[in-house]
């Protein structure tokens, strides 16, 4: 099954929703994070996972970046994704290794101790809406578990009441095996019966990841979660995209200054410089950098 996301309203537009699945997602953000095991895949996963699904809720070319500033082994993590589905991100060590919750070292990642991993800190949410100065919102973490962090996020900071489900299953071999998630929303005027139908769902419901491995498709997720019917409004493929480019990591020499690059081009011949997201290399040799010197001087 592709990635893919769906949007939908039930309960007469009191209630809004989003599921997707986005195993390829987390398999190319681990894969381009230098391989990142179990920990650092799951909590990178569900991070881009929460990511998309904030991203489609904006308009235009609006961005939203979801940073996890904790004092755990991971170090920082990082998402960003725009409103058409996009999606990358990064954790800062990708290769820590813990005990999971039960002593087994690999295996199923809702024993994970992802919290452990991430450790205290906060969740910042950051997004650019076009207007001078992006809008941020931060939250101490709850648990570091990710889920639990973004459920306190949408409380205190956009007084939403809020169901959330992440989840990425990562396989004994480090490979990811499944992944996605789903987001409900309830909006002024749901009645109390709805309200505790969806909240008794919640608490009997199985790992989402479980329900993918058995062919589940967001939309069934959502229908089992939903009382009465629902309205899908939006399928939308989503994936993960860079836009780093040649020219930007050039663009940024230039921004160091005539002097600087003066130092780099005569004492190290060469520079390369990394993408955080998508790990790609930009190399610039001494020639490529005296041209970057010159255009310094003309602006």
Do not use: C, W
């Given at each position: 099954m592709s990635d893919y996301l769906v949007r939908a309203t039930a309960l007469d537009g009191k209630l809004r929703a989003f599921a997707c699945i986005t195993t390829d997602i987390v398999r190319e953000l681990s894969d381009r994070n230098n391989k990142a095991l179990a920990l650092a895949s799951a909590a990178l996963g569900r991070t881009a996972t929460m990511a998309v699904i904030m991203g489609v809720m904006l308009k235009g070319k609006e961005?939203?970046?979801?940073?996890?500033?904790?004092?755990?082994?991971?170090?920082?993590?990082?998402?960003?994704?725009?409103?058409?589905?996009?999606?990358?991100?990064?954790?800062?060590?990708?290769?820590?290794?813990?005990?999971?919750?039960?002593?087994?070292?690999?295996?199923?990642?809702?024993?994970?101790?992802?919290?452990?991993?991430?450790?205290?800190?906060?969740?910042?949410?950051?997004?650019?809406?076009?207007?001078?100065?992006?809008?941020?919102?931060?939250?101490?973490?709850?648990?570091?578990?990710?889920?639990?962090?973004?459920?306190?996020?949408?409380?205190?900071?956009?007084?939403?009441?809020?169901?959330?489900?992440?989840?990425?299953?990562?396989?004994?071999?480090?490979?990811?095996?499944?992944?996605?998630?789903?987001?409900?929303?309830?909006?002024?005027?749901?009645?109390?019966?709805?309200?505790?139908?969806?909240?008794?769902?919640?608490?009997?419901?199985?790992?989402?990841?479980?329900?993918?491995?058995?062919?589940?498709?967001?939309?069934?997720?959502?229908?089992?979660?939903?009382?009465?019917?629902i309205k899908f409004n939006e399928k939308i493929e989503i994936g993960f995209q860079c836009d780093c480019s040649r020219d930007r990591f050039a663009r940024g020499l230039i921004s160091l200054g005539e002097t600087e690059l003066v130092k780099i081009a005569e004492e190290d011949k060469a520079a390369e410089l990394v993408c955080h997201f998508c790990n790609e290399k930009y190399h610039f040799n001494e020639e490529q950098l005296h041209e970057l010197v010159r255009d310094a001087k003309r602006d």
């Open positions: 961005t939203v970046t979801l940073q996890i500033r904790g004092d755990g082994p991971l170090g920082k993590i990082v998402a960003t994704a725009d409103s058409e589905g996009h999606v990358r991100g990064y954790v800062d060590n990708p290769h820590v290794e813990l005990p999971t919750k039960d002593g087994v070292v690999f295996g199923d990642v809702e024993k994970l101790d992802v919290g452990a991993a991430v450790g205290d800190g906060f969740l910042f949410v950051i997004k650019d809406l076009g207007m001078k100065e992006p809008y941020v919102g931060s939250v101490p973490l709850a648990t570091g578990e990710i889920g639990d962090d973004f459920l306190y996020y949408f409380a205190q900071s956009e007084q939403t009441p809020s169901a959330l489900g992440l989840g990425v299953l990562v396989d004994k071999d480090q490979t990811v095996s499944q992944a996605g998630g789903f987001l409900l929303q309830l909006l002024p005027g749901v009645s109390d019966e709805d309200i505790n139908y969806i909240e008794d769902q919640i608490k009997q419901f199985p790992h989402i990841t479980s329900l993918l491995m058995k062919g589940q498709t967001p939309e069934q997720i959502l229908q089992r979660l939903i009382p009465g019917e």
